[in-house]
């Protein structure tokens, strides 16, 4: 399984945008999608994450501003971000769960100025 993450940039505090995650190889089913970020200095945390059947979590820091969806059929994972700050700056990584393996994608960076 390999991860390909997209839709990073430079946006202004309030602005918003939107990332997306494609997973690719021989795949059956992939039980778990999500999105962790990871600030300079700081440890990578999870930001959301989607069940296949559609269960979300969300960090307490981005509720009501990001909303994670996927796609089954297409193997996505998106995340919209809305009323971004300054301190959503990060590299946002993509994650999956498949078959009790975690899969990793690159990583897109997103800063936010203020």
């Known amino acids: 399984v390999q991860l390909q993450a997209s839709g990073g940039g430079l946006v202004q505090a309030g602005g918003s945008l939107g990332l997306s995650c494609a997973a690719t190889?021989?795949?059956?089913?992939?039980?778990?999608m999500g999105w962790y970020r990871q600030a300079p200095g700081k440890q990578r945390e999870l930001v959301a994450q989607?069940?296949?059947?559609?269960?979300?979590d969300y960090a307490n820091s981005i509720k009501g501003r990001f909303t994670i969806s996927r796609d089954n059929a297409k193997n996505m994972v998106y995340l919209q971000m809305n009323s971004l700050k300054p301190e959503d700056t990060a590299i946002y990584y993509c994650?999956?769960?498949?078959?009790?393996?975690?899969?990793w994608g690159q990583g897109t960076l997103v800063t936010v100025s203020s």
């Open positions: 994650k999956a769960i498949y078959q009790g393996n975690a899969y």
């Open positions: 989607i069940t296949r059947r559609g269960s979300t």
């Open positions: 190889g021989t795949i059956y089913s992939i039980s778990l």
